[in-house]
Nanobody, 127 residues
């Protein structure tokens, strides 16, 4: 079992920044952030393969969002800069679990393969 506890989020004006944090109870080498806006499907936003530190982002957030691990606190963060109104959504940290996942699998894992989810954090960006 992996428990994911999120913190952060909130409301900000366009162009501002927010940071989401996800405390992970047990090591897994693949972590991700997803988001879901009202009336839309949940989409993967950022992923990190922790064995190599490699990261991947959906095109709409590249250059603005950064996913990284605080190893000392076993916490995965999502730093969100230059926020836009279209970033407004509920954000979830997630992992398929496991510690021997390949990077190829990590960056292609689908919603159905995610076994563990955080409770969600609301991000609202006003224009």
């Amino acid at each position: 079992q992996v428990q994911l506890v999120e913190s952060g989020g909130g409301s900000v004006q366009a162009g501002g920044s927010l940071r989401l944090s996800c405390a992970v109870s047990r090591y897994t080498n693949c972590m991700a952030w997803f988001r879901q806006a009202p009336g839309k499907e949940r989409e993967g936003v950022a992923r990190i393969w922790l064995d190599g530190g490699t990261t991947g982002y959906v095109d709409s957030v590249k250059g603005r969002f950064t996913i990284f691990l605080d190893k000392a606190e076993n916490t995965v963060h999502l730093q969100m800069d230059s926020l836009k109104p279209e970033d407004t959504a509920m954000y979830y940290c997630a992992t398929p679990g496991g510690w021997q996942l390949t990077s190829d699998y990590c960056f292609s894992v689908s919603l159905k393969e995610i076994r563990y989810w955080g409770q969600g954090a609301q991000v609202t960006v006003s224009s």
